[in-house]
């Protein structure tokens, strides 16, 4: 094989005493358990100002392992969890894998039609639903076949005063028996039923997290014992400042890999305190910093986009943020210099933490740590995480500062997609040196000093009718880097004349303080016209109230192409709408 992947260069970023340090081969839950066994009496979780300590949190895990057994719950079965991060369903993640039992997470802000699918494929017959979302079981009940829907509530954790509080603020009308209970009725199981410990194994699949499903159905991804456990230790071990005791907002949701792998079990397992926020409006953001003053935070680039607008923080002292942390999508470079000055303005001691990773990977292959940083890069891969880059059409491996498809080995790999072995062989091949690599279908380089640098991907490139290839994110790098611009998707148009092929076009969402929207574009089209070369230009520019976000914060792209592929530019004037 190639140099990158022999020579691991990336390894003299790390403390030398990290390097050799060997991953735990251990249940996730054991791990949890393990790494905080004498920290009992700390804060483990901070949830609407109460605090549970680790050992209230791993006794009230062993309870309800208790009480899923007492239902019948045993090792390889699975339980769909249709809810977001309350105490409760982090218990349950944590009890079934001791029981050896696997959490099929789904996002409750899924259709009807998905929800159903995804409980029935997965073959549960048991659901644990968040009361908000019972109108969508409701429509399903008789089809999905559950033995039990155990209903849970944000205010299940509460002091009684705040739990009556919010459930007059959420009362959805629920006929419960039948199999249908509360979270309470269900813990009293807890006293008749006995969890069966199951040994280790580190292939033994502990969730099921889908994929955003832009493109059809959404993809299970299996997670296991060894690839969660193997990014929380790389987090633990990469040198990143922190104490114990300190605060990590959490507000990606647990049913996507990078909520329940970066966002719940690494800040567990780092001996730090998670203060839970399970309901997250992006535009809340700001207002939870200033609320929580957490040390540690991860997000997607969009949402620190809308931070960076909110006059919350204007003017405060950030300097208690330690790290704040991007990935779940690709930051272009344009806001990636706008949040490294407002890191600046607001006395932060470390510039961005960003990373890259799939949820195929538990989230994480790369990061940027503390000092650790160049700009435009992705940073460098975790410890326990092998990348390189390879040629997508001879699928030789590509030497340093060569541009190829970007592709990771390790123990942070997903066991495949459930139920779908095409697409895993797709993902998932096995290479000349004997391992299973992930194609990330992202492009790239590696630098001679193991930083990585994202180019764009593969499928999201706009061929020219001159068979010229432009990536969108050089454009919208370009873009966002205007103070004017608060963010900006490029797309690929149809060629007016009918012709094979298809030409870039800029859609901005712009500052409130904008008066003028297409004056504003046309000096946007001019620059662009002047600084990018010339076929990476984008044929117009043209303002929109808003860049809609997927569920997961990120930019929505493929609902601006299905909007405006067919949009005939001919009507464009210097590049704008008149």
Known sequence: MGRISEEKIWMKQFPEEERNLKMPRMKIYSYLKDVNKNRLDTTALHYYGKNITYGQLIRQIDEVANAYAALGVKAGDTVSLLSASTPESIMTVYALNKIGAITNAIDPRQNTEFIEKMIKDSG?????????AWPKVKKIKESIRQDYIIVQSASTSLPLFKRIAMNIAVRPKIEYGGGVMTWNDFMKNSRRGTAIEVDYKGDNVVAIAYTGGTTGFPKGVMLTNDSINSVAFSFKHCGIVYEKGERFLGIMPIFSSYGLVCGIHMPLTMEIELALIPKFNPSDLAKHIKK?????LISTPAFYEMMMQDPILKGMDLSFLKTLGSGGDTMNEGLEAKLGEFIKEHNMRYPLCQGYGMSELSAAASFCV???????SVGV?????TVSVFDPETGEELDYN???????TGPSMMKGYFNNPEETAHVMRLHDDGKVWIHSGDIGYIDEDGFIFIKGRVKRMITRPDGHKVFPVIIESAINALPSVINCVVIGVNNRDGIQGQWPMAIVQLAEEVDD??????????LCDATLEERGKPVGVIPIDEIPLTGMGKNDYRALEKQYRKYDYKTLVDGTIQ
């Open 370 to 376: 503390n000092d650790r940083y160049k700009a435009g």
């Open 292 to 296: 929580y003053r957490p040390n540690h």
């Open 517 to 526: 929207a297409a004056k504003e574009c046309r000096k946007i089209f001019k």
């Open 124 to 132: 549960s017959k048991i659901l644990v639903v968040i009361n908000i």
């Open 402 to 408: 060569q541009q190829g498809e970007i592709c990771m």
């Open 381 to 385: 891969p975790c410890l326990t995480t």
